[in-house]
């Protein structure tokens, strides 16, 4: 089953990377012209610690 939303952002990726010709450098200089240009601010939280996932062990029947 496709997604309609996905299937159109996918669409507008590749426009943008075609219109860049797959520079990455490029794409990446204009997103940065767009973020800025949104007049959004933009957060960065550092990074929290994973929480250690414990399992439990199962039991050895003799």
Do not use: Y
């Not at 507008?12 to 990446?28: N, V, W, Y």
């Not at 240009?37 to 439990?56: D, H, I, M, N």
């Amino acid at each position: 089953m496709k997604d309609p939303i996905v299937e159109e952002v996918r669409k507008h990726r590749m426009e943008h990377t075609q219109k860049f010709s797959g520079d990455l450098a490029a794409i990446c200089a204009d997103l940065r012209s767009i973020q800025s240009a949104s007049g959004f601010q933009v957060v960065r939280l550092s990074p929290r610690k994973a929480e250690p996932v414990f399992t439990a062990e199962k039991k050895e029947t003799a």
